[in-house]
């Protein structure tokens, strides 16, 4: 298959800890406007599971990799990345994806 396009995705799943669920909606909801402004963001989207509350995955496109890199070391997003471990049940899980269409 060849390769059509080169944006790189980064899909990430996350679980609320118990009674965070709420918060941390309102965190990932507010990383929306501020990443899709970003240089190199094609498109960035929250979504929650229709069958467990606590469970987010974050979709986003990238033109590069390096874009995304850069993405990470702003301050809103550290500033969110702090938060992490108060709202989280466990680590995030990340992975990386190419865009093939």
Not at 12 to 24: C, N, P, Q, V
Request: proline share 3%.
């Amino acid at each position: 298959m060849a390769f059509l396009s080169k944006q790189f995705v980064v899909l990430t799943r996350m679980k609320a800890k118990g009674g965070m669920e709420e918060k941390l909606g309102q965190e990932l909801v507010s990383l929306v406007a501020p990443s899709q402004s970003e240089d190199g963001c094609v498109d960035f989207n929250v979504h929650q599971s229709i069958d467990d509350k606590g469970l987010f995955m974050l979709y986003s496109t990238w033109d590069s990799r390096e874009g995304r890199d850069k993405y990470i070391e702003k301050d809103y997003y550290r500033a969110f990345a702090k938060k992490t471990g108060i709202l989280l049940d466990g680590p995030p899980e990340v992975t990386f994806w190419e865009k093939t269409i």
